[in-house]
């Protein structure tokens, strides 16, 4: 019987994690279902881009996958029972089941309204396609003059600030961060994105906790009323809340706690990549929710699938971080150079030329999704009837 394998969610991680183990595995040995709610791939790090007007180039999942031997379903995920072995899904043919031998957990994460009141019903976000577009209609509605908040000093909050001031310089664009601007940037960093955030006339203010957002201004910690013909809540991000309802090990936040192969710690036919998972890198602190994690997680996860099958080597690829790529709309950005765990160092590529990096690695990543048949040498092993040890428990896996 063929080894089912079951990927849900395709995002960067899950897209990828299902294409390389087609080229890992044998199709006659193994079945590689790959399920998603929406049948073309979202490009996540492009959403600020959505929400501004610009067009995104299409890229179907099914085209995608056709002849890699992974199997696409449009449904959407309704449950996961870990202890049966099946994943609930509902697509256009009703409520179903697929059962699986080893799960690829994808489903990643969504906007986070941090419990502030108002968040909910006045604020948008841009963590989904249907919340960019849902932004880039109200933009577009907008007069001249009227004022836009961003509220959330991270890499998205600065993306989105600076695509819609860029966008729209009819605006009244500022930003609100908890901190200060890009205060863990290096001293160029810093000084780049200051003069950029200038040059496009936006409003910073710093240290400035957001508590409360209403229809035309939100509030600060210290009682502060800022005007907001629209707020854009770009906070961070909340993992999908199916992981908590099963007897997974997960973190308070919901994400799946893995081990160095990406697998579940508590339940060994399970694997966990991108914001949904747990995971451990350099100098022993987790993973940030980024592109720049899910996509090496998914190919430690996938390679890790392929190797406990077949009885190879497992991989230990260092989970490790180069740089963090900051877009300031289309013409400006901050490469900043950071250590293996991701803190900032004092080298920074700054200006057209950082635009122009940040606009090739997104279009790689893009590139490596919309291709799971290229760029990547087929090794394909044969499937073998072997016992893993997996703590206490020792699972047949084939």
């Not at 791939?41 to 299409?58: D, M, Y």
């Not at 043919?93 to 006045?122: F, R």
């Not at 577009?133 to 001249?144: C, N, P, T």
């Not at 697998?263 to 602190?285: E, L, M, Q, W």
Request: overall charge positive.
């Amino acid at each position: 019987m063929q080894h089912r394998i079951v990927v849900i969610g395709a995002g960067y991680a899950g897209a990828i994690a299902a294409g390389r183990l087609a080229k890992r595995l044998h199709r006659e040995e193994v079945a590689i279902t790959l399920v998603n709610a929406e049948p073309d791939f979202v490009e996540r790090v492009r959403l600020h881009q959505l929400a501004t007007g610009q067009t995104l180039k299409p890229r179907p999942f099914g085209e995608m996958f056709a002849g890699t031997g992974v199997e696409f379903r449009v449904a959407r995920v309704t449950g996961v029972d870990v202890d049966r072995k099946t994943v609930g899904v509902i697509d256009a043919n009703g409520a179903g089941q697929l059962a699986y031998d080893t799960l690829v957990y994808a489903l990643g994460s969504g906007w986070n309204a941090q419990g502030v009141p108002g968040t909910a019903e006045h604020a948008y976000e841009i963590a989904s396609r249907p919340g960019a577009l849902r932004l880039r209609e109200r933009l577009a509605g907008l007069d001249a003059g009227q004022t836009v908040v961003v509220v959330g000093g991270g890499l998205t909050g600065l993306e989105a600030a600076t695509e819609i001031a860029e966008a729209r310089p009819d605006l009244d664009v500022a930003l609100a961060a908890r901190g200060g601007l890009g205060d863990w940037l290096s001293p160029k960093g810093r000084g780049h994105l200051r003069q950029v955030f200038g040059k496009l006339g936006i409003t910073v203010h710093e240290h400035a906790a957001v508590t409360g957002v209403e229809a035309g201004h939100v509030t600060t910690a210290d009682g502060k009323a800022i005007p907001a013909s629209v707020t854009v809540w770009t906070t961070g991000f909340a993992v999908h809340p199916i992981a908590k309802e099963t007897s997974l090990e997960v973190t308070s936040t919901g994400q799946i706690v893995v081990d160095g192969t990406m697998r579940s710690v508590s339940h060994p036919d399970v694997y966990a990549i991108g914001d949904a998972a747990f995971a451990i890198g350099a100098g022993n602190k987790p993973l940030r929710m980024s592109c720049a994690s899910g996509t090496p997680m998914a190919w430690q996860a996938a390679d890790s699938i392929a190797a406990r099958l077949t009885g190879g080597k497992l991989p230990n690829a260092p989970l490790r971080y180069f740089n963090q790529c900051i877009s300031l709309g289309r013409r400006e950005g901050v490469i900043q150079y950071v250590t293996a765990d991701d803190r900032a160092v004092s080298a920074a590529l700054t200006g057209r030329l950082a635009a122009v990096y940040k606009e090739l690695i997104c279009k790689g990543a893009a590139w490596g999704v919309a291709n799971p048949a290229l760029g990547l040498p087929t090794r394909r092993r044969r499937v073998t009837r072997e016992r893993v040890t997996a703590g206490p428990a020792v699972k047949e896996l084939a």
